[in-house]
């Protein structure tokens, strides 16, 4: 099932490459991502509110963004403003899904360009909001194009139980692309 009218998410930032990466890694960070080497980003000072990205043992919650890229870039890195929701988020596997996109108000991914799984830091305590941040191998956006990611729970001892808050804009601020959330959504097979 596909939530329509999402509010855009916080601090969906795109990064220019700075060195080549093999694997996804997530780190955390309390600050924001440094403004110079963002090119796209959005964040809000207070709390807007949030969609729970979880993983229950009957409907998986995935949670994602739509973008336009309006000039050529290198996609190198996804922050997203989040709040662990149980003890059990850290240390789970989430798969992150990138892919392209029909327009801005398309709610399934035309392409899979590529799909990662990593293990999320401890560093997320439940109640505590933080920067998190998704580093992948480098991926070239066309100008023009609609893009997108998925981010869902892919596995892990406590998985059932894991639930990250990611967290939204609060208004429709984000005209060329819109928050996406898919329940009972599968996203652990890679590419």
Do not use: W
Not at 82 to 111: I, Q
Not at 117 to 139: E, K, N, R
């Amino acid at each position: 099932m596909k939530h329509r009218n999402l509010y855009p998410l916080v601090a969906v930032a795109v990064y220019l490459a700075t060195a080549p990466v093999t694997a996804m890694t997530v780190t955390t960070s309390p600050l924001a991502p440094d403004a110079a080497d963002t090119i796209l980003a959005f964040d809000a000072a207070t709390y807007q509110g949030g969609y729970l990205c979880s993983h229950g043992s009957a409907t998986a919650v995935d949670v994602g963004q739509t973008f336009l890229s309006v000039a050529p870039a290198t996609l190198d890195k996804i922050t997203l403003k989040v709040r662990a929701a149980s003890d059990d988020t850290r240390g789970e596997l989430v798969t992150l899904k990138l892919g392209t996109f029909t327009d801005g108000r398309d709610e399934e991914m035309n392409e899979v360009l590529r799909a990662e799984t990593a293990i999320l830091p401890q560093a997320l305590t439940p109640g505590v909001t933080l920067y998190l941040t998704f580093d992948f191998a480098d991926l070239v956006l066309e100008a023009g194009r609609h893009y997108g990611f998925l981010l869902g729970f892919s596995g892990g001892g406590n998985v059932n139980n894991a639930r990250l808050e990611v967290m939204h804009l609060g208004a429709d601020a984000y005209g060329d692309g819109q928050a996406i959330m898919l329940e009972g959504a599968v996203i652990a097979s890679a590419m």
